[in-house]
């Protein structure tokens, strides 16, 4: 599946990205990420259908300040996961609810919740 840009209010979600355009990782680094690989792996996860990710950013920077992911499991329900950088909690909190309205309308998933 290709990546699934979500308007969720005041913020918007799309695939994370590191190229000349939109460079998400130092937002990942000030979450604890610093892996080279993640962006990569979290857009090919997409493609296998494997876990579903979204940078949720600031529409008018594309300013990338929380994740939120999702990741199908065999007997129909979704783990549904996402960490916030200090000072955005609100984007996390819409976010999240229009992840779980994705996973269940579009996905056909039931979301859970997973600390």
Do not use: H, K
């Not at 840009?5 to 130092?26: F, H, K, Q, S, T």
């Not at 940078?55 to 999702?70: F, H, L, Q, R, S």
């Amino acid at each position: 599946m290709e990546p699934m840009e979500i308007n969720a209010g005041g913020w918007y979600l799309r695939a994370m990205r590191a190229d000349e355009r939109i460079d998400d990782r130092p937002a990942l680094a000030d979450g604890g990420i610093t892996d080279p690989e993640y962006v990569a792996r979290r857009n090919a996860e997409w493609a296998d259908e494997t876990r579903y990710s979204w940078a949720v950013c600031v529409p008018t920077t594309a300013e990338m300040v929380a994740e939120i992911g999702v990741i199908p499991a065999p007997d129909g329900t979704a783990a549904i996961t996402g960490w916030v950088r200090e000072g955005y909690q609100e984007a996390l909190d819409d976010g999240l609810e229009a992840v779980r309205r994705f996973t269940s309308g579009f996905l056909g998933l039931r979301p859970l919740d997973v600390a």
